[in-house]
């Protein structure tokens, strides 16, 4: 009897190219629900664009994706539109806080303009994330890293398949960072598939990597690039590129030359 847990994300030949150059060439990736998993590699590499695509921000110009096993190249803009809010959670670089409410109603923002209505879903969720102090707090009054924790939990507030980050933990120091990757993990224990990108080197804070390296889930996947210019992503962890417990695996990703 197969107990493996559904594919979350099933990734071929990705690509996307932007009329002024770059994008990414080739990603090939697959991820299973409660896998957490992270893409390493320097600026310009394509990771956010890989973000920007497996979060159906942007439609892949090559290749076939497959989010909980719809297929996304069939869908209209709309049905895919419907997909994403539905199904996929965003964490942003810049965030996207909305400096006018407090905490919870940042996370209950991600249902729409009716706060009032998911009040008790936001401040629960914050609660599990060991927030619920911070839920009547001014965001514009929270630090770096608090601001960060109420973005996952926008993103994981509507039980996604999938949750993507994007340099999560970019400037923290390391206390703060290990809270946003607490989160992070979080969600995958809720059962999404998490995917989180960073530079190559960067480190959460001084002295830690951004990954967990005591946390079998997270395995980052490197992006060096060849003498042709190109990037091509390792497969993490060992047996073919398989990633963590439950089998998320990420093979190649790549980049134009630029």
């Not at 690039?225 to 993490?236: F, I, K, N, V």
């Amino acid at each position: 009897m197969n107990t493996a847990s559904p594919w979350v994300v099933q990734g071929e030949g990705l690509a996307f190219s932007y009329a002024a150059g770059g994008g990414l060439s080739r990603a090939d990736l697959t991820l299973r629900a409660g896998t957490m998993a992270a893409v390493e590699g320097p600026s310009g590499s394509g990771k956010s664009t890989l973000l920007a695509v497996l979060g159906l921000i942007l439609s892949p110009t090559a290749g076939s994706l497959r989010i909980a096993g719809t297929d996304t190249g069939a869908l209209s803009p709309a049905d895919r539109d419907a997909l994403r809010l539905r199904s996929i959670g965003i964490v942003l670089q810049d965030l996207g806080l909305l400096t006018f409410l407090n905490a919870w109603e940042n996370v209950a923002a991600a249902f729409g303009p009716r706060l009032s209505r998911h009040r008790t879903a936001a401040r629960a969720l914050l609660g599990e994330l060991g927030m619920e102090h911070l839920a009547e707090s001014p965001v514009t009054e929270l630090s770096g890293g608090q601001r960060q924790r109420i973005a996952v939990a926008r993103a994981a507030v509507k039980e996604p398949v999938l949750v993507l980050a994007d340099e999560p933990t970019s400037g923290l120091d390391p206390k703060n960072a290990n809270s946003v990757m607490s989160s992070l993990r979080s969600c995958a224990d809720r059962g999404a598939a998490v995917l989180l990108v960073t530079r190559r080197g960067q480190r959460a804070g001084q002295d830690r990597p951004v990954r967990d390296p005591a946390d079998p889930r997270v395995r980052a996947v490197r992006t060096p690039p060849d003498p042709a210019g190109r990037s091509h992503a390792l497969g993490c962890g060992g047996g073919g590129g398989r990633c963590g417990r439950r089998h998320g695996r990420v093979r190649r990703a790549g980049r134009s030359a630029q």
